[in-house]
């Protein structure tokens, strides 16, 4: 079992930038692909990054290439979202999750965080 913690969402102006951590506790998040899932009001969960075991593999969702990256530290068992060029559509509740498999499907991944909100005010 692993118990993920998100941290760093809050209100942004567009253009402007924000990093989100997610902290694991219970197992060590070396084993585990990890990703970042986002749900704005009334639209399902969708993906947003993901990340293999060792930094080797990396995708995002095509609305946030080029603006968010997602990287991972292993011996911190932190991985992390840098946020850049927020758009108001970037708003939503942020999660992090940890899969044994890489995929960009919610449904792969078995320990999610409770999600932190990122709003972006036009």
């Known amino acids: 079992q692993v118990q993920l913690v998100e941290s760093g969402g809050g209100l942004v102006q567009a253009g402007g930038s924000l990093r989100l951590s997610c902290a694991a506790s219970g197992r060590t998040l070396s084993r585990y692909v990890m990703g970042w899932f986002r749900q704005a009001p009334g639209k399902e969960r969708g993906f947003v990054a993901a990340?293999?075991?060792?930094?080797?593999?990396?995708d995002y969702a095509d609305s946030v290439k080029g603006r968010f990256t997602i990287s991972r530290d292993n011996a911190k068992n932190t991985v992390y979202l840098r946020m850049n060029s927020l758009k108001p559509e970037d708003t939503a509740v942020y999660y992090c999750?940890?899969?044994?498999?890489?995929?960009?499907?919610?449904?792969?991944?078995?320990?999610w965080g409770q999600g932190t909100q990122v709003t972006v005010s036009s």
């Open positions: 999750a940890a899969a044994n498999g890489y995929s960009g499907r919610t449904s792969s991944y078995d320990y």
């Open positions: 990340i293999s075991w060792n930094g080797a593999r990396i």
